[in-house]
C-alpha cells in the first residue's frame, strides 16, 4: 500500500536559516510520481514540484532545491536563505502509476521567525 | 488563466443542518476531485469525476455526502445532514486527465464548522 511520512510535525527557524523538510514514502510499483504542496494559511495548495520514479536528478529553484533518494525512498525539500513568506504547511504526496489519486503525508508546518 | 474557484469560503453550520459546496475547477481540465482536510492532517480523497462520471468514491460516506458534476464542468458537493465531525476544509481540485502522475491544481478550500 502506498504510505507517505512525514516525521516532522512543526519546525521553527529564523530568517535566513536553512532548512530541510524531510518526506519518506512507500511503494510496490516501480513508476510512481511524488509531489511537494505548500499551504499558507489562506489554505490554498500550492504546487511545488512533482518527479517522477525514473529521474533521480536533483532539482533547483531559486531558494528551493529538491533531493530525491530512491534507495532511501526520500524526497527531501530544503529551503535556502528562508523568508518569513516560507512559513506554511508542506506536504509531500505520492501517486502510484496504478492509480491517478494523490496521497498526501500529514504535513509539515514551518514557522520562519523574523 | 483562472485556478480553481470554490465557494462559499466559510460556512458555520449546527450539526444535522445541511450545507452545500461549490467548485468550478480549471477551463479544459476533465478531472475534478474533491478532498477532506480535517485539521492538523493531509488532504483525503472524497471523490473523483472523470468528465461527468464518477471514478471513485470509495472514501465518500454516502450516508450523508453526495457530489455531482451534471454537466462535466463545476460540481456540488453536499452534507446532510452534518456532523461535528466534518468540521474540515473541503478542498476542490482539478487535472487535464486523471492520468498518473498529472498535476492537481487545488482551490482555496470551503472552511465548514459545524457546531
Known amino acids: 500500500a502506498q504510505k507517505v511520512t512525514q516525521a516532522q510535525t512543526e519546525i521553527s527557524v529564523v530568517e535566513k536559516e536553512d532548512v530541510t523538510l524531510d518526506c519518506v514514502y512507500e511503494?510496490?510499483?516501480?513508476?510512481?510520481?511524488l509531489f511537494w504542496y505548500k499551504q499558507p494559511p489562506s489554505g490554498e495548495l500550492v504546487f511545488l514540484i512533482r518527479?517522477?520514479?525514473?529521474?533521480?536528478q536533483n532539482e533547483i529553484s531559486g531558494r528551493y532545491s529538491w533531493n530525491f533518494q530512491k534507495s532511501t525512498s526520500s524526497f527531501n525539500f530544503t529551503i535556502t536563505a528562508s523568508q518569513v513568506v516560507d512559513s506554511a504547511v508542506y506536504f509531500c504526496?505520492?501517486?502510484?502509476?496504478?492509480?491517478?489519486?494523490?496521497?498526501f503525508g500529514k504535513g509539515t508546518r514551518l514557522h520562519i521567525l523574523p | 488563466e483562472a485556478g480553481v474557484a470554490q465557494s462559499p469560503r466559510y460556512k458555520i453550520i449546527e450539526k444535522r443542518q445541511s450545507v452545500a459546496f461549490w467548485c468550478n475547477p480549471i477551463?479544459?481540465?476533465?478531472?475534478l476531485y474533491w478532498y477532506q482536510q480535517i485539521l492538523g492532517q493531509g488532504p483525503k480523497l472524497l471523490i473523483q469525476?472523470?468528465?461527468?462520471?464518477?471514478?471513485?468514491d470509495s472514501q465518500l460516506p454516502k450516508d450523508r455526502f453526495s457530489a455531482e458534476r451534471l454537466k462535466g464542468v463545476d460540481s456540488t458537493l453536499k452534507i446532510q445532514p452534518a456532523k461535528l465531525e466534518d468540521s474540515a476544509v473541503y478542498l476542490c481540485?482539478?487535472?487535464?486527465?486523471?492520468?498518473?502522475?498529472?498535476?492537481?491544481?487545488f482551490g482555496e478550500g470551503s472552511w465548514l464548522t459545524v457546531v
Open positions: 481540485a482539478s487535472s487535464l486527465e486523471g492520468e498518473a502522475g498529472n498535476t492537481i491544481y
Open positions: 511503494t510496490r510499483d516501480t513508476t510512481y510520481y
Open positions: 518527479r517522477n520514479s525514473f529521474d533521480e
Open positions: 504526496a505520492l501517486s502510484e502509476f496504478r492509480d491517478d489519486k494523490i496521497i
Open positions: 477551463s479544459g481540465h476533465a478531472t
Open positions: 469525476f472523470q468528465n461527468n462520471g464518477v471514478v471513485d
